[in-house]
C-alpha cells in the first residue's frame, strides 16, 4: 500500500542552526500536507502543496514539494526554541486519504 | 462547535474493561479519522470515514478495536476487553472535505491508560 515515509525520526540542534526534515513517498502524490505538534498538543496544518516544483516559505520555514510529486521538505532556517516540536508530512493520491509520515522530532538547545 | 471536540479527556480503565471514546468533527466535515499516538511516538492510523463510503478500517489493530459515525457526524471508538498495549493517546481529525486546499483539524485526544 501507498507508504509516506519521513526522516530523520530526532534532530536536536543549538538554537540559530538550520533544520530540515524529508519526507519520500512511493507513489505519485496529489497534494502533501504539513503538521506541527508542540509538546502536549495536537497536530496543527502549517501548509499544503499541491503543483510539482512548488515552494512556499512561512517566515523562517520553507517548503517544497518534489519535481515528481514523491518527495517533500520542511526548512528551519536559524531555529528558536518556539520551534520545538514533532513535524509530520501527510500525503494523499487523488486528494483522498491522508498518510502520515512518522513524524520528526526537533529540540532546540538555547 | 468552533472546533473537534473529543470526551473524556482523560480515562483510566481496568484492564479487561470495555471503553468508548467520543469525537464531535466540526459540522459539515465530511471525513473523519481516528490515529493511536503511543508516548513520543507518531501517528499510527486507525480507521477513516469519508461521507457515506464504507469506512476504511485497515488501521484497526485487532477485533477488539471498532468504530462507528452516526448520521454521518458523531463517531464512537470502542474498545473492548482493553490490554496495557491499548494505553495512548487517541486522536480524532476532521476535514471539511476531501480535495485541494482541506486540511484536517485535530481534538485535543483522549489519553487512555490501561491499568
Known amino acids: 500500500g501507498q507508504q509516506v515515509m519521513q526522516i530523520p525520526q530526532y534532530q536536536h540542534v543549538q538554537e540559530g542552526e538550520d533544520f530540515t526534515t524529508y519526507c519520500n513517498s512511493s507513489t505519485t502524490l496529489s497534494n502533501i500536507q504539513w503538521y506541527k505538534q508542540r509538546p502536549g498538543g495536537h497536530p496543527v496544518f502549517l501548509i499544503q502543496?499541491?503543483?510539482?516544483?512548488e515552494v512556499k516559505k512561512q517566515k523562517r520555514l520553507t517548503f517544497q514539494f518534489g519535481e515528481a510529486k514523491k518527495n517533500s521538505s520542511l526548512h528551519i532556517t536559524a531555529t528558536q526554541t518556539t520551534d520545538v516540536g514533532t513535524y509530520f508530512c501527510a500525503g494523499s493520491k487523488n486528494f483522498n486519504k491522508f498518510y502520515f509520515g512518522s513524524g520528526t522530532k526537533l529540540n532546540v538547545k538555547p | 462547535g468552533a472546533g473537534v471536540s473529543q470526551s473524556p479527556s482523560n480515562k483510566v480503565t481496568e484492564k479487561g474493561k470495555d471503553v468508548e471514546l467520543r469525537c464531535d468533527p466540526i459540522s459539515g466535515h465530511t471525513a473523519l479519522y481516528w490515529y493511536r499516538q503511543s508516548l513520543g511516538q507518531g501517528l499510527e492510523f486507525l480507521i477513516y470515514f469519508q461521507g457515506n463510503s464504507a469506512p476504511d478500517k485497515s488501521g484497526l489493530p485487532s477485533d477488539r478495536f471498532s468504530a462507528e459515525r452516526t448520521g454521518g457526524s458523531v463517531s464512537t471508538l470502542t474498545i473492548q476487553r482493553t490490554q496495557q498495549e491499548d494505553s495512548a493517546v487517541y486522536l480524532c481529525a476532521s476535514i471539511q472535505s476531501q480535495g485541494v486546499g482541506t486540511e484536517a483539524f485535530f481534538g485535543q485526544g483522549t489519553r487512555l491508560t490501561v491499568v
Open positions: 502543496l499541491v503543483k510539482s516544483g
